[in-house]
């Protein structure tokens, strides 16, 4: 943390006056957020606090993005200040940290390279703008149970275009510009783990608080409990298996036994909290990168880890989790049930909307205005339940081509990184987890996420972040 936060060399800022008035406004905060209520001061305070170090150097606002990026979608995380939506903690620190770091004289230009926006910004924009001109036809129900919270076009943009583009692919930018000039990009390593302790414990805190059993946590009816934290199991679990191969393979990797002792640990507490999600996408994802790891690492050494592990899985394993898992192979169960009646509940009926606008789809959420859901041949969902799905129908066969390619563009990279030999073992590492971890993200989504930026693959931006920040240090030759 100190070699991130240091200032460079030479660098002259506005960080001293920056400070002092960033001071006087801390106080005139603290006062009103007191008169107000405490826990709104607090959240007040600490946010004031957070910019103001920004301000006297961005890095610091890179790393407070690293650490809250994956709490942001949760209740854990205040969503405003002192009752203004949109006014929260995250969005108040992307601004200083952009403005912190254009003050500096830099420019963002170098970290925005043209795969990332024309690739993947740029459709999606497209798609938005698409979008807008249907929002007088979303089903009525969403607006009734207060699940969409738009009503006009500017909300529309708002919510579906602008807010998930500026948190994550934002983040990912500005997290991009202190790796490039942090003294050892290996520094990050340590507001991640700090980032999937946070959200490891909270699940399973959530679950000791609820005082409910494992066997309860595996029916398909309790798939909503983790709802109360803000994001539905599925979600939770594909956060925690990205998080995962990351991990996993920085762990395998590494030569410091310090930190392959703490990431062993984190490793531990991040599948017991993805175990109890009971996700089964996320389950899938966990052996496959489990899997990629033994493929790629394979010898003595690791054959011998993967069996011992294994031995201990097996023995320890609740029969809830192989239950879950089965759930629709055994007992002359149909494709329906196995896939928790996603097949024809909502992927057939969507299918004729796929024919409606093929090439550049009918615009960002169309699944919430589609004729299935108006006539009443779905399930009431604002989501289609596959990545792909949602993608051709939002952004038609011309936007998915392009989403794809930009994933494959982060894939080559990745791997390009993973093997190179200027790079440290523990940096080589976590870009081999980079590409387990986007492995893992395409095979989860024929089950539900999206081709675009969500909460729930959080780690999977910061680390696209850290590979473009990874290049800048290559081309700066650091």
């Known amino acids: 943390m100190t070699a991130i936060s240091a200032r460079l060399p030479g660098e002259r800022g506005p960080g001293l006056a920056a400070a002092a008035v960033g001071l006087g406004l801390f106080g005139i905060v603290c006062g009103v957020g007191i008169a107000i209520g405490e826990l709104e001061a607090l959240v007040a305070s600490l ?24 709490v942001e979608s949760s209740y854990l995380f205040p969503h405003s200040v002192f009752g203004f939506t949109g006014l929260n903690p995250i969005n108040l620190l992307l601004a200083a940290t952009l403005i912190s770091y254009l003050l500096r004289g830099y420019e963002l230009k170098r970290f925005l390279p043209k795969p990332l926006v024309w690739l993947f910004v740029v459709p999606i924009v497209i798609a938005g703008l698409i979008g807008m001109r249907h929002v007088d036809e979303i089903y009525p129900y969403f607006y009734e149970e207060n699940v969409i919270h738009y009503t006009d076009a500017f909300g529309y943009l708002r919510d579906s275009l602008l807010k998930p583009l500026l948190t994550m692919v934002g983040s990912a930018v500005l997290i991009a510009t202190a790796v490039a000039r942090a003294k050892k990009a290996e520094n990050f390593l340590v507001p991640i783990v700090a980032g999937i302790w946070l959200m490891s414990l909270a699940a399973i805190g959530y679950v000791i608080a609820a005082g409910v059993s494992i066997g309860w946590l595996a029916l398909p009816t309790s798939r909503l409990f983790f709802s109360g934290l803000g994001m539905h199991a599925n979600d939770l679990g594909r956060l925690y298996a990205v998080a995962y191969a990351l991990l996993l393979f920085t762990w395998g990797e590494t030569r410091d036994l310090r930190l392959k002792t703490v990431l062993l640990f984190t490793m531990g507490i991040l599948t017991i909290a993805l175990v109890l999600t009971f996700s089964r996408g996320a389950m899938t994802g966990w052996v496959l990168v489990n899997v990629l790891y033994l493929v790629w690492k394979f010898n003595a050494k690791t054959l011998g880890l993967a069996l011992l592990a294994g031995g201990v899985a097996l023995l320890v394993m609740p029969g809830a989790v192989v239950s879950r898992m089965s759930l629709g192979l055994v007992g002359g169960a149909d494709v329906n049930e196995f896939s928790a009646g996603r097949v024809d509940d909502i992927w057939l009926p969507l299918l004729p909307e796929l024919f409606k606008s093929p090439l550049w789809g009918s615009g960002l959420e169309s699944t919430t205005w589609s004729r299935a859901l108006w006539s009443e041949q779905m399930l009431p969902v604002t989501h289609p339940h596959n990545a792909y799905l949602q993608a051709i129908l939002d952004m038609g066969l011309i936007g998915t081509a392009l989403l794809l390619a930009f994933y494959w563009h982060v894939y080559r990279t990745c791997r390009d990184l993973g093997s190179n030999a200027y790079l440290s073992p523990t940096m080589r590492g976590f870009y081999q987890g980079v590409v387990a971890g986007l492995l893992c993200f395409i095979v989860t989504g024929f089950a539900g996420s999206s081709l675009r930026p969500t909460p729930e693959f959080a780690f999977l931006w910061i680390a696209i972040g850290m590979m473009y920040g990874q290049l800048a240090r290559r081309r700066a030759g650091t």
Do not use: E, K, S
């Open 47 to 70: 946010t004031v606090l957070a910019c103001l170090a920004t301000l006297v150097d961005y890095r610091i606002g890179a790393v407070l993005l690293v650490v809250m990026l994956p």
